[in-house]
């Protein structure tokens, strides 16, 4: 595989597991220098109590060909988000592309009405959700604007079509989701003359480490939970995603995306990059053309 992000210097904020993780390691797949940030580490566990860690991620990025550096860091805090911006421009002197993933919420209550959600809870989901992407891009973008051709990735839940037609299951969510998709429409118009390409993308149904665990499932086996729910056929592996912003940050005509609301299965037929059993599953086509209108499970033709 050519590098052609050698040279080049990431952060993936949220790079503990699911999207964030599938994103770093193959932006180092690309040869890219990332730097790794989330709460959980080897010796703390962020709220969400789950074993991933940053260091883990960081060495997945090493042994996919790049360099990967874990920085504990908690989003919410300005002044950790702006030293590690600062040790950044320190140890590398530029940086080239930047992936909001930042979520980190352990509960979302879902099919309950505002009135029926724990309040505390759910205004805690949109710190983590949306200030979080906030605080990030406002200490990074000064530093990633210096160096013309960079690339800001908002990653979400969804498409904006789709998201616009579809409730979410939860008012809190269905906010922070759309609240990030506004986000990267703010920033697509504040970056347009800055040679910086700003884009919203949306893995389909991810297989992170929470779902396989919620079906009692691994990677290997992941079929197995089909008999569980047959929808899942149509999902994807985090490196799917990842794939797709490193497709991303490698086209040098990566400007012809600003301001769009993408996804991975829309950019596989694009870029021609494949999932990791070699499909290029179609998850926001399938999800409207079969899943939510009632059809049986079926992915020939979406995968």
Same mark, same amino acid.
Do not use: C
């Given at each position: ?8 210097? %990431? ?20 040869? $890219? ?29 090493? %042994? ?5 550096? $874990? ?28 992936? =909001? ?24 989901? !949109?710190?983590? %959700? ?16 210096? =160096? ?27 906010? $922070?989701?759309? $609240? ?19 884009? !919203? ?19 290997? =086996? ?82």
């Amino acid at each position: 595989m050519t590098k052609l992000l050698t040279g080049k210097v %990431a952060l993936v904020a949220g790079g503990t597991r699911g999207a964030g993780r599938g994103t770093a390691i193959q932006l180092g797949a690309a040869g $890219a220098t990332v730097y790794v940030t989330g709460r959980s580490t080897r010796v703390q566990r962020s709220e969400m109590n789950r074993p991933e860690t940053i260091e883990e991620t960081a060495e997945l990025v090493s %042994a996919a060909g790049g360099v990967g550096i $874990a920085v504990q860091v908690d989003h919410l805090v300005p002044d950790e988000v702006r030293e590690l911006i600062a040790r950044i421009e320190s140890e590398q002197g530029a940086l080239h592309v930047l992936v =909001n993933d930042i979520w980190g919420t352990s509960q979302v209550e879902w099919n309950k009405t505002v009135w029926e959600s724990d309040l505390d809870a759910g205004l805690h989901t !949109l710190r983590l %959700a949306v200030e979080t992407h906030a605080i990030t891009s406002h200490f990074a973008l000064p530093l990633l604007i210096r =160096n013309p051709g960079g690339l800001v990735v908002e990653m979400t839940d969804g498409t904006d079509e789709y998201n616009a037609a579809t409730y979410r299951n939860s008012l809190f969510y269905d906010l $922070a989701k759309g $609240a990030v998709s506004r986000m990267a429409f703010a920033l697509a118009h504040e970056l347009r003359s800055q040679d910086t390409t700003s884009v !919203l993308l949306t893995p389909g149904w991810l297989r992170s480490e929470d779902m396989l665990d919620s079906f009692g499932v691994t990677e290997q =086996n992941w079929r197995d939970a089909l008999t569980v729910e047959p929808h899942f056929a149509i999902s994807e592996s985090p490196a799917y995603v990842g794939r797709a912003v490193a497709a991303l940050a490698q086209d040098p005509e990566v400007s012809r995306w600003h301001g769009g609301s993408l996804s991975s299965g829309e950019l596989a037929k694009v870029y021609g990059f494949t999932d990791l059993d070699g499909s290029q599953p179609d998850a926001w086509r399938y999800l409207v053309e079969v899943q939510d209108v009632g059809k049986p499970a079926n992915t020939t033709g979406y995968r």
